[in-house]
């Protein structure tokens, strides 16, 4: 196995003074692609934004390492410009900041230099039309009476547009239908590569379908389960949860 870009060793977290994630092992090297699933409440999620850095998560133990690098030691500003991205599960409204605004800012703040205006333009244009971006939104507000699937494509515009080392996808499919399902899956495929090592945290299989993950782990109660390869998830989408004590299905209602 190829160095890990991301390395997390017995981590610990609690939220307002309850422990959620209990001793968490995981290592991904850069390149790879690996799906993090388990039933609601397993702790999926807590880990994402302890990765992220945001403050109500509070460490209480273990280590991350990032490209080389002490991750829980930097500010959540600081992951970014180290390359670190997190498309959240519930992207929140900007009121008064326009999505050009923002993505042209963050690109500014995470190269750490301004990119001209043409560069910035051209950039925005190419990926907009990989994630079919309606280009009537960007002078409106971030995310600002914007439906699920077009906040989740907008997740995956600035993931596009950033470039980062590393990015953590939390429930991006969740709200999808298939046809935004299948448009976000292309735009996570095309930025596939060597440079990207991805976790994507998933509670169905079905984005599985059109993400084909590396690895697959299985989260329960605050640690990994099971790791495997994507047959696990084959798996899962026949059996659920039931093994690891939730009654819980892994394919969505319908699919």
């Given at each position: 196995m190829a160095d890990p870009i991301l390395d997390i060793a017995g981590l610990k977290v609690a939220v307002d003074g309850k422990e959620i994630l209990k001793g968490v092992d995981l290592r991904i090297p850069q390149g790879e692609v690996h799906a993090l699933m388990g039933p609601n409440g397993s702790g999926k999620s807590t880990l994402a934004y302890a990765l992220a850095g945001h403050p109500r998560y509070d460490v209480t133990g273990g280590?991350?390492?990032?490209?080389?690098?002490?991750?829980?030691?930097?500010?959540?500003?600081?992951?970014a410009r180290a390359g670190f991205f997190l498309a959240m599960q519930y992207p929140v409204e900007v009121p008064g900041v326009s999505v050009l605004n923002f993505l042209r800012t963050s690109m500014n703040a995470t190269r750490g230099e301004e990119i001209s205006p043409r560069d910035f333009m051209k950039a925005f244009k190419e990926n907009s039309a990989l994630l079919e971006f309606?280009?009537?939104?960007?002078?409106?507000?971030?995310?600002?009476?914007?439906?699920g699937g077009e906040k989740k494509?907008?997740?995956?515009?600035?993931?596009?547009?950033?470039?980062?080392?590393?990015a953590v996808l939390d429930e991006t499919d969740s709200g999808l239908d298939v046809d935004a399902l299948k448009v976000v899956s292309k735009g996570v495929n095309a930025l596939r590569g060597p440079d990207l090592g991805c976790l994507?945290?998933?509670?169905?299989?079905?984005?599985?379908?059109?993400?084909?993950?590396?690895?697959?782990?299985?989260?329960?109660?605050?640690?990994?389960a099971r790791t495997g390869g994507p047959e696990l998830a084959d798996h899962l989408e026949e059996n659920g949860y039931v093994e690891?004590?939730?009654?819980?299905?892994a394919s969505a209602p319908g699919a």
């Open positions: 280590t991350v390492t990032f490209n080389g690098e002490d991750l829980l030691d930097m500010d959540p500003d600081e992951r309606d280009s009537s939104f960007t002078d409106r507000y971030l995310n600002e009476g914007f439906s494509r907008h997740e995956i515009l600035q993931m596009a547009m950033l470039r980062p080392k590393f994507l945290i998933t509670h169905y299989t079905r984005i599985l379908r059109y993400i084909a993950p590396d690895v697959v782990h299985v989260m329960f109660e605050g640690r990994i690891f004590g939730a009654s819980e299905m």
